[in-house]
Structure formats: structure tokens, C-alpha cells
């Protein structure tokens, strides 16, 4: 096994937008050697729900860099001036941009970074209390299955979100019962089916069902939406409600006891897992279309409705056993295949359970984590673990969001740098949540 005997001064876990964000804002600070490993092979985000005509949540300003530093190469004006795209984006005159320009501008960005290495796997993370100490992370080549030891002061996880698949959807073909995570991969075989049902209620089964609508206005597959919500309801996007995702909001929650925390954080769905007003708009109008000169629409949609089981039966099909909540009665609905938009988890790595007795976790089993970013540890002479996934308990709805991102990169940078590399705010929105 090869060790390397550089020790860096960060290691980051994993590559999606919150780290490939550090790593750019890090290429500009000299005294900070990071290093960044992702297993899969190339940057890649939501690869399996970049449908055409999808659009970012966030305007363009909260790309990778421009929230920390407008000037900075690796901004998404600059990615728009390399590919000499400017006028066409300018003729666009939009703040929001598609959610693929979005993936190729990552992509764009992970190309120029040489601290960025794809297609390396960490299998592990060991502390070391040697003369010094430092973390010990081990990491596979995934396509030589070459192992390497590097050395680092500090760590950065950043390993995102899995899929959430309820168990009674688990054990079935998965191109044929499968998540929106796998939805493009699948949707030549929506196409072919006899009838496709999605299953939930934010964006993603929002997207997926108007994608599906577009494929089936000719009436070839019956096509059904059902959740267990009272209605298709939109995102909170006022401009005054989109000031929680501020940093003013994160202080002001971060503040608050665990239990508030998480009392305050289970009243707050619409303002990340609703479904954007522009997307229902679009469905609205496409069911209306639909409906001129037809005696009746080839689609359901069911609310009220929860999933409870899912059956497959002697001639293929499958039969979706779901309780309606309100009326207290059951009824089976059939279908070719469903596709569940359930939802994603933090993705927490095995080797991190290797960490158990190192840091320090609450009743929950969640991480504690201070105000800056940092998982407490039972050894606080160790090197810092800062951390971008699992953290929406401490830091509240905003710790998903790509605008707050490049903030929380901005507390990690100063942090590790140990002094003011990029300017705070203090102010930040027109309203106050304290006291």
C-alpha cells in the first residue's frame, strides 16, 4: 500500500456541489493544501432527474463561488464567457437557469481543479496521535482497486444524500418499481408500459409526472400521481419566506434548544419539499390542454391516499394497497410500474461508524455539530471534521440549500485558515427572527 507523506491541511469526502464549492474557493487561498476524493467517475448531480426543461430552485448568483466572491474564475458568468454563451444568455433574461446548464457548469468547474481526484473511493479514516495529530484516510482506486494512505490535518465530509425506498417497495425489479433518482434511465420503459403510477408529493414526483404527461398526451399509458398529502401543495416562495434561508435564520436557529429545534423544523416542509408554483402551473395547463375535445384524461390524481403496501401479481402487474386517511377506508389501485418519489437520507459512510466512540452523537443518533461547522468530538485535541450532509436538525432548512452553501464555505474556509479570508455580513435580510 502506498502512503503518501504530505500531510494536507483538509481532506474532503465526497465531491457534489457543497465540496466542489470549497474546493474552488480554497484554489484562491495559498496557504491551504486541500485534496478532495469522489468515487464516482466524473461530477454528476441528480443525474437521473436532469429531465429537459427542469429549472434550479436558486437563481444563477448561487452558483459555486459568486455568493463568497464575484470576482472569482470559477463563477458562473465566467463558465457562461468561456463557452461564449453570453448574449444567448443574456437575450434568456432569467435569474433561475436549467438544472443541466447547472450539472455542465459543475462539470466545467471539477475539470479545472487539481485537487479534485474522480473515481476514488475513501474505505476509511483512522485518527492518529503520532508526534502530531492528524487523520489517516484510506482510499481505492475503483478501477485498478489500487489502495493509497494520505495524511490530513483536518477533514470536510461532504457525502450528500441517498434515496429513500420504503421497505414494502423494496425486492421488486428495479426497472420496474424504481425511485426518481433512477427516473431517466427508466423512462424508455415508461414509455412502452400499460400504465405508470408515481408515488409523492414534492418536486421530484411533480417533475416526473409532468415529464410522463408529455410522453402520454396521446393517451398510449394511464398515468396516476398519489400521496398521502391533502393536496398538491407549492413551495413557500415569497421573498420575505425565502429569507430563511439566510444566514441570519441559521444563527438565529442554531440557538435555539435541540428539542425547539426540532418541534420548529417539522412545521417547516413547505419551504423545501413543496412543489415550485411554476411546475404546478405547468401541469395545471398541461391537464387543461389535455382535456379539450376528450371525454375523459387517461390520469389520476389521488390525494389523501397512503401507500401501504405493494404487491405483485400472477400476470405481472402490480396492485398499490393505499388507505385513505381521511374517509378511514382502503382500496387497491393497479398499475405497470411505480416510480417513488419518497425522497433522500444523509448518506453516512461505513467507515464513519468506525468513529462512533470519537465524536460525540445525541439521544437521536445524529451528529452534534457546532455553530461553525465542526462534529464534536470526544478528543478535542484532534484535527476538525467539518461537515456539509446531516445537519438540517442543528442548522435548520437551509442546510440543503446551494445559496447557503458557499456561506457555510466561507465559516469553514475562515475557520481553517484561522483568520478572515473572506468578509462576513452581519445583516443580512430586512426582517429579524431574535428577540
Known amino acids: ?51 429537459e426543461g427542469t429549472k434550479m430552485q436558486v437563481p444563477f448568483i448561487a452558483d459555486l463561488v459568486t455568493m463568497a466572491d464575484p470576482t472569482n474564475k470559477y463563477s458562473f458568468l465566467n463558465y457562461i464567457s468561456k463557452n461564449d454563451r453570453m448574449y444567448q444568455f443574456y437575450f ?27 473515481g476514488t473511493r475513501v474505505t476509511g479514516i483512522r485518527p492518529v496521535r503520532d508526534n502530531e495529530q492528524y487523520y489517516e484516510v484510506t482510499v481505492m482506486d475503483v478501477e485498478t482497486e489500487e489502495v493509497k494512505e494520505y495524511r490530513a490535518k483536518n477533514l470536510v465530509m461532504g457525502t450528500g444524500s441517498k434515496p429513500v425506498m420504503p421497505k414494502s417497495f423494496q425486492g421488486f425489479p428495479e426497472d420496474e418499481v424504481l425511485h ?53 401543495e407549492s413551495m413557500e416562495e415569497s421573498k420575505l419566506s425565502l429569507e430563511h434561508f439566510s444566514p441570519d435564520y ?19 416542509g413547505l419551504y423545501y419539499k413543496g412543489i415550485s408554483n411554476h411546475t404546478v402551473n405547468d401541469i395545471y395547463n ?38 385513505h386517511w381521511q374517509k378511514h377506508e382502503t382500496f387497491v389501485h393497479e398499475t405497470d410500474m411505480v416510480i417513488a418519489a419518497t425522497g433522500y437520507k444523509p448518506h453516512v459512510p461505513d467507515f464513519v461508524h468506525d468513529l462512533s466512540d470519537f465524536l460525540e452523537w445525541d439521544e437521536h443518533g445524529r451528529y452534534k455539530v457546532t455553530a461553525d461547522y465542526r462534529l464534536k468530538k470526544q478528543e478535542e485535541k484532534a484535527g476538525e471534521i ?34 478572515e479570508v473572506y468578509p462576513m455580513s452581519e445583516k443580512t435580510i430586512f426582517q429579524s427572527f431574535d428577540a
Open 386 to 419: 467539518y461537515v456539509h450532509s446531516g445537519i438540517s436538525h442543528t442548522h435548520g432548512v437551509g442546510s440543503t440549500n446551494l445559496g447557503l452553501s458557499v456561506h457555510r464555505n466561507k465559516v469553514i474556509i475562515n475557520h481553517l485558515a484561522g483568520r
Open 92 to 118: 434568456l433574461q432569467r435569474l433561475d437557469i436549467p438544472r443541466r446548464e447547472y450539472n455542465d457548469y459543475c462539470q466545467w468547474v471539477s475539470r479545472q481543479l487539481d485537487s479534485c481526484q474522480f
Open 1 to 51: 500500500m502506498e502512503q503518501h507523506e504530505n500531510v494536507y491541511d483538509l481532506i474532503g469526502v465526497g465531491i457534489g456541489p457543497f465540496n466542489l464549492g470549497l474546493a474552488a474557493l480554497l484554489d484562491e487561498v495559498e496557504d491551504v493544501e486541500s485534496l478532495f476524493f469522489e468515487q464516482n467517475t466524473k461530477f454528476d448531480w441528480h443525474p437521473g432527474m436532469l429531465i
Open 180 to 232: 426518481t433518482a433512477d427516473f431517466l434511465a427508466n423512462q424508455d420503459k415508461c414509455r412502452n408500459a400499460g400504465s405508470v403510477t408515481v408515488v409523492g408529493s414534492g418536486q421530484s414526483a411533480a417533475e416526473t409526472f409532468r415529464e410522463l404527461m408529455k410522453e402520454q398526451r396521446d393517451g398510449e399509458f394511464r398515468l396516476d400521481w398519489i400521496t398521502r398529502s391533502a393536496s398538491f
Open 250 to 268: 441559521v444563527n438565529y436557529f442554531y440557538q435555539l434548544p435541540q428539542a425547539r429545534k426540532d418541534e420548529i423544523f417539522a412545521t417547516q
Open 286 to 323: 398541461l391537464l387543461y390542454e389535455y382535456s379539450v375535445a376528450r371525454e375523459e384524461l387517461n390520469v389520476g390524481l389521488q390525494v389523501l391516499s397512503e401507500v401501504r403496501d405493494l404487491r405483485k401479481k400472477a400476470d405481472g402487474r402490480y396492485e398499490v394497497e393505499c388507505y
